[in-house]
């Protein structure tokens, strides 16, 4: 069965031309499906019975679980069954004017980063592209700003899910008309995938996590690192670096007492030196408190010597700022929430326990 939005243009075509419907329906139908921002049922072109039909001929692959609401409303968070099981989560986060959706590319994740909600739980299934872009879609709908942001940081390895990650990008570029740049595509750092994503036509942006300056200590957490060991990492970022003209971003979650300290803020600036004059950004994170990591936040201030030291050194670092954190915004954990004991055939995880101090969505820097 194909769903709504990983059906193609030929498809469409296909199932107008069995209903006996004209032709020129399917530029109508496409238009309600990727540029109205209401659900097919409601869109305002192409007759009301022609996209019911069509509707139940294409159903919608996801099914709303849980969806949970911060910043009034400004963040909503959603929990969706994708079918055979597997659940995922979406996150819209507004702004006055545009909108920004963090989307999951996977169920679950087989990388294993150890204070990551979607990592301590495994891998379940790769998402397919038409559930990829129904994220996106599902999200417009109930936002009144168009969508002008998605970054692929929700559940899942994007670059371990390569062919259905990059079609869903090609279809949010072409058909829902988002700019490639302000597509942004999160890795673990899997080094064939960045080469991949290096030659190809759409200039997206990488974002790489690195979480560590050195290969002793992000072996212990981002386990991935063993395999694609940092000078590989950053080699590829390079690559993709001068291939775009652009520089990369590096995402750096802050852990009190495990990566935080002065000396590996210099360390990181050492490591990042070799991308030259294109230069790095570094974002910085607080850790996201999660029940399977006993890791805590970095606090505010060991936070701003941090960006200080790397500043000093001129890399351009930010410090994210709070936004979702009350509404379990991290990779994974409205999922673990929904699973608690309180729900029916739950696991028997607690709920997350609150940080103390500011948590966040790890995707905020790019809303608004
Ligand atoms: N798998 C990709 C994209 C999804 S994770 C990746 O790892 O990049 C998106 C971002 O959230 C990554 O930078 C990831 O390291 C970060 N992240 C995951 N769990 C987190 C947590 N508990 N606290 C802070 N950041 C977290
Ligand atoms: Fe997977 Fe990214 Fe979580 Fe690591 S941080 S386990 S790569 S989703």
Known sequence: MTTRYDADRDEYRAALAEIGAPRYRLDQIWDALYRQRAPLEDASSAPKALRARLAHRFPLALTELARAEGDAGMTVKWLWGAGEGAEVETVLMRSPTRATVCVSSQAGCAMGCTFCAT??????????????????????????????????????????????????????????????????????????????????????????????????????????????????????????????????????????????????????????RPLGALGAHVNLIPLNATTGYPGRPTDRRRLQVFASVLRERGVNTTVRRTRGGDIDAACGQLRNRHASPAAPGGSALPPPAPSPSATMAPWTTFAG
Do not use: K
């Open 119 to 272: 990592g301590q739980a495994g891998f379940e299934r790769h998402l397919d592209r038409g559930e990829i872009v129904e994220q996106v879609l599902r999200a417009q709908h109930a936002a009144a700003q168009p969508v002008g942001n998605v970054v692929f940081m929700g559940m899942g390895e994007p670059l371990a899910n390569y062919d259905a990650t990059w079609t869903a990008v090609e279809r949010l570029h072409r058909d829902l008309g988002l700019s490639a740049r302000r597509i942004t595509i999160s890795t673990v750092g899997i080094v064939p995938g960045m080469r991949r994503l290096a030659r190809e036509r759409l200039p997206v942006t990488l974002a790489v996590s690195l979480h560590a300056p050195d290969d002793t200590l992000r072996d212990t957490i981002v386990p991935v690192n063993r395999r694609y060991p940092l000078t590989e990492v950053l080699d590829a970022a390079a690559e993709l670096a001068a291939a775009r003209g652009r520089r990369v971003t590096f995402e750096y979650a802050c852990i009190a007492g495990v990566n935080d300290a002065p000396a590996q803020a210099v360390a990181l600036a050492h490591l990042l």
